[in-house]
């Protein structure tokens, strides 16, 4: 993939290793709870729900989970990433991915 993909991710996830764990583990039940999905969501949580992952995938444009760096970027949420994204994921992604994931049924 791009530079992006080799250089932010690794400086992502070990500037943000901690918090990743953290999010992991407390999102998942957040978003269950609330049975509503969004660009907040972690990837991961998406990827786990077949519908949300369809949407992630048509939005982003790519299968997020087949990235060699998926391990080091799944706890942190599309909008989390897209700074690091070199503008592949704009605010207008994010905007199509929030009216997208409010469909999805938990």
Do not use: C
């Amino acid at each position: 993939m791009s530079k992006f993909f080799k250089a932010a991710f690794v400086g992502a996830a070990l500037s943000l290793a901690t918090v990743s764990v953290a999010g992991a583990q407390t999102a998942p039940a957040t978003a269950a709870a609330a049975a509503k999905f969004s660009a907040d969501t972690p990837i991961e949580t998406l990827a786990a729900n077949p519908a949300a992952k369809a949407a992630l995938d048509k939005v982003v444009g790519a299968d997020l989970t087949k990235h060699p760096q998926y391990e080091a970027f799944k706890g942190l949420s599309p909008r989390a990433l897209a700074p690091y994204s070199e503008g592949k994921i704009t605010d207008d992604t994010l905007k199509a991915l929030d009216a997208a994931l409010a469909a999805v049924k938990g």
